[in-house]
């Protein structure tokens, strides 16, 4: 039961059934929702809610409304979450169905993998290849746009001038890091105004080498237990196909 756990495992649970409520819905998160699916009083969800707010966690728009949780928030979930997210085998079947197709070239490949990252989770799927200066595939832009965090006409246009900024956001992209991915939240892409945007990484390799990134962009509200593990198995589909490639 909830009761018999430490208060410091409860609030990491009380901010992740907050954030997946807020990822599903895209609406402040009220203490009466959360306390139905922990069996505990709506009193009790306030007071962690408050403690997470205090630790820059959450947030509220106004006073009377419910909690939506900051980036720092999105960061402490994912980093706590990150090791319990795995893709479903129908998902996986989705990603080898999508690269049927015959492909025979570099560029080919690289452009089907944005077309099938875009298609997979649903927002913007980037391909870069690091022996090609700025130059990268990219598509789904549109569903980005989609989403209400980019109603406002001014995150539009930002959004559209980080991606056309190509030398910038390649910088982003094509850091190198030791994990399977890298993800960059709010303020951590270092591009103004631009902190309602996740980048989500991953690398591909070709004979063996680094050869480039894939990546996700999308709102700071995306579902990353679905992306995360997405990408890395397109990664691993990807660098099979190149590696089966005619030289």
């Known amino acids: 039961m909830v009761r018999s756990i430490d208060a410091g495992t409860r609030k990491r649970a009380v901010l992740a059934a907050t954030i997946n409520r807020y990822i599903k819905n895209a609406a402040p998160v009220s203490s009466e929702d959360i306390s139905r699916d922990f069996g505990v009083s709506s009193a009790t969800i306030r007071n962690i809610f408050a403690d997470l707010e205090k630790e820059g966690c959450l947030t509220h728009p106004y006073t009377s409304a419910g909690r939506i949780p900051t980036n720092k928030g999105f960061r402490l979930y994912v980093d706590f979450m990150i090791s319990q997210m795995e893709l479903l085998d129908y998902e996986r079947e989705q990603v080898l169905r999508e690269y049927q197709t015959e492909i025979k070239h570099l560029e080919d490949a690289l452009e089907k993998t944005s077309e099938i990252i875009s298609s997979v989770t649903h927002y913007a799927g980037i391909v870069s290849f690091l022996d090609w200066h700025n130059k990268f595939f990219y598509r789904g832009i549109s569903r980005i746009l989609e989403q209400p965090e980019f109603r406002d006409v001014e995150k539009m246009r930002l959004l559209i001038k980080m991606i056309e900024d190509k030398k910038d956001f390649l910088e982003i992209v094509n850091q190198d890091f030791e994990d399977k991915v890298k993800i960059y939240i ?36 995306m579902e990353y237990a679905h992306i995360i593990p997405a990408l890395e198995y397109v990664s691993e589909v990807l660098t099979d196909v190149l590696n089966g490639l005619e030289d």
Not at 189 to 209: A, H, T
Request: charged fraction near 20%.
């Open 186 to 221: 709010g303020e951590e892409l270092g591009c103004p105004g631009m902190e309602s945007c996740s980048l989500v990484v991953s690398n591909y390799r070709l004979k063996n080498k680094p050869s480039g990134k894939l990546a996700v962009l999308g709102p700071v509200r």
